[in-house]
């Protein structure tokens, strides 16, 4: 029996649905329980509309905004590989190709294809879009450790200098003004510091 | 002392990160825990880019999603009036009028007035971009409610003429291929039978 479109695209809301147990590393701002990837897909969609000023590039907001909403669903599939968990290196890339062919498959085959490239494209990072898409997914759950006191840079016994490894460059790249004030963030924070305010921004 | 913009920037994001501990009545799919306004808020913007073909009007898809993603962030002030609540009325709409002055009276001035516009405009629900967000945002607890065996229709004791008057009028205004398959889940639903399939969808 064939499905058609409508039955499809809803298949695919139904499907997605997972995503809000999906669980990451990083706590709410309140520290009252992790964030779930779903939530986050949210929250930078919002960083997105509100920070796009900030991108590097000329991007076109609304499409950094589609790539965010849907970056995270192959976790539905792959899970989280949270970025002081080890090295996930082939495993993780290859996992979340399955994971992306067989859940934007579920969609009618033009928004199938069109959605996988999208996907593709916030992966490779090359893109202005990506590119800013990138550094706010970096650029989020940094904000979050330093307004946390910590969060996962201590549950994971993170350095100063392995903070500027894993954000800076895909910070700097996408949103190199953002990366200017996470640098001030983070030296007060490593010297035991709160996370103050950016001296520049506006 | 005078805040720059990336601070008031900075600020209201980290605020709406309390959208996250605002708790609806919906359940998920999975039926493991109620359905937060954050996570719903990503799920309706995916609604959106997934289901604008069934907007009765002409639409702007990105706006539409624009809509949705802040629809709920007064609810961080004013929290969450459920459909099946009773009479929230007059003090509804003006604690969420003082939520969304407060809220987005945290961002700088072009876009606290964007924004404020915005959501004023899903609230009106008069321009097809609007109306249409509006059908989403119930049809989508619908599709819980059916989905989930019977959901807050099952624990507010819902009648099928209440299901119709508080869902159909906004779907059926904004999406009414969307509200023709809504009926035929519904029927099947009070019938005591499961949600089936819509019977034409693409």
Redesign the interface.
């Known amino acids: 029996m064939q499905?058609?479109?409508?039955?499809?695209?809803?298949g695919?809301?139904?499907e997605?649905?997972?995503?809000?147990?999906v669980v990451r590393q990083s706590p709410?701002?309140?520290r009252?329980r992790k964030?779930?990837s779903?939530?986050h897909?949210?929250?930078l969609?919002?960083?997105a509309?509100?920070?796009n000023e900030?991108a590097d590039g000329p991007v076109n907001t609304?499409r950094v905004?589609?790539m965010l909403?849907?970056h995270d669903v192959v976790e539905i599939d792959a899970g989280d590989f949270p970025i002081h968990g080890g090295s996930a290196g082939e495993g993780q890339a290859e996992q979340e190709a399955r994971a992306a062919a067989r859940l934007f498959g579920l969609?009618?085959p033009p928004?199938a294809s069109e959605f996988l490239s999208l996907w593709q494209e916030f992966e490779r990072a090359e893109t202005e879009d990506a590119k800013f898409a990138k550094a706010l997914d970096r650029f989020q759950p940094l904000?979050i450790n330093v307004?946390t006191g910590g969060g996962t840079w201590t549950e994971s016994g993170v350095s100063l200098e392995q903070v500027h490894a894993r954000y800076g460059p895909a910070i700097q790249q996408g949103a190199p003004?953002l990366w200017a004030?996470c640098e001030q963030w983070v030296a007060r924070h490593f010297a035991g510091q709160g996370p103050g305010?950016?001296e520049?921004?506006?």
Chains 1, 2 share one sequence.
């Open positions: 499905s058609t479109a409508l039955e499809k695209q809803l695919f809301l139904r997605i649905d997972r995503l809000k147990t709410l701002l309140n009252s964030e779930n779903a939530e897909s949210w929250h969609a919002m960083y509309l509100i920070l900030y609304d905004i589609r909403l849907l969609l009618p928004q904000l307004f003004r004030v305010m950016p520049q921004g506006g």
